[in-house]
């Protein structure tokens, strides 16, 4: 079952631009988590932010979560054609007494960076 | 090692065959995914394994699905009697099971793209 839901499902910018991707969930989380993926193969960690966190910045990348609308937005700052892959968020489900921990991913964003 | 090895990187069979995919994690960490992406999705969850014991096997599609994680370290996916629809790219993951703040970062294979003839 899907947990997160990116929007939009595909976006096209120039180069020096700013990309914003927006994330739902549905269930209470303690963290949520972006991921990034180049052509189709293995994700890549980017950033975490918990519960607690309403905003985090790491380089050019800016998260924030809103508990209360179950949501979070990762922003991109000056992209770079190199930002070009799809961008996932990924949600926690503890579970089993807190014994057990695994991440739901959402279908993704497409963004695509033209030079 | 340095990261997570997935074998064989892609992986041609026809339909009817048996399959095995490999995924050699991060020494050291505990915890090991297994999530299965068809195009255009994101990461299907498949199974999660905390040290040998399959912790939660949920997202396993049916009993044609296995894996195993003998030795707590390299976990082998098995698909008997493939279908086309198993046709995907099958990711590995491993993460330091941190209980404390439970912030688990999953590093990721690079994955076996598998088709089914």
């Known amino acids: 079952s899907q947990q997160g839901e990116e929007d939009p499902q595909a976006l096209s910018i120039q180069e020096g631009e700013n990309a914003t991707m927006n994330c739902s969930y549905k269930?209470?989380?303690?963290?949520l988590q972006w991921y990034r993926q180049n052509s189709g193969r293995g994700l890549v960690h980017l950033i975490l932010?918990?519960?607690?966190?309403r905003e985090k910045h790491s380089g050019r990348l800016r998260v924030t979560l809103d508990t209360s609308k179950k949501s979070s937005s990762l922003l991109i700052t000056a992209s770079r054609a190199a930002d070009t892959a799809s961008y996932f968020c990924?949600?926690?489900?503890?579970?089993?007494?807190?014994?057990?921990?695994?991440?739901?991913f959402g279908k993704g964003t497409l963004l695509t960076v033209n030079p | 090692g340095a990261g997570v090895s997935q074998t064989p990187s892609n992986k041609v069979t026809e339909k009817g065959k048996y399959v095995e995919l490999r995924c050699d994690p991060i020494?050291?960490?505990?915890?090991l995914y297994w999530y299965r992406q068809s195009l255009g999705q994101g990461p299907e969850f498949l199974i999660y394994?905390?040290?040998?014991?399959?912790?939660?096997d949920s997202g396993l599609p049916n009993d044609r699905f296995f894996a195993v994680r003998p030795e707590g370290s390299v976990s082998t996916l098995k698909i008997q009697r493939t279908e086309r629809g198993d046709s995907a790219v099958y990711l590995c993951?491993?993460?330091?099971?941190?209980?404390?703040?439970?912030?688990?970062?999953?590093?990721f294979g690079a994955g076996s793209r598998l088709t089914v003839l």
């Open positions: 020494s050291g960490h505990t915890a």
């Open positions: 269930t209470s989380i303690n963290n």
């Open positions: 993951a491993s993460s330091l099971a941190d209980w404390g703040t439970e912030q688990f970062v999953l590093t």
């Open positions: 394994f905390q040290g040998t014991g399959a912790a939660d």
């Open positions: 932010i918990r519960s607690n966190e």
């Open positions: 990924a949600t926690p489900t503890v579970y089993s007494g807190g014994s057990n921990y695994k991440l739901t």
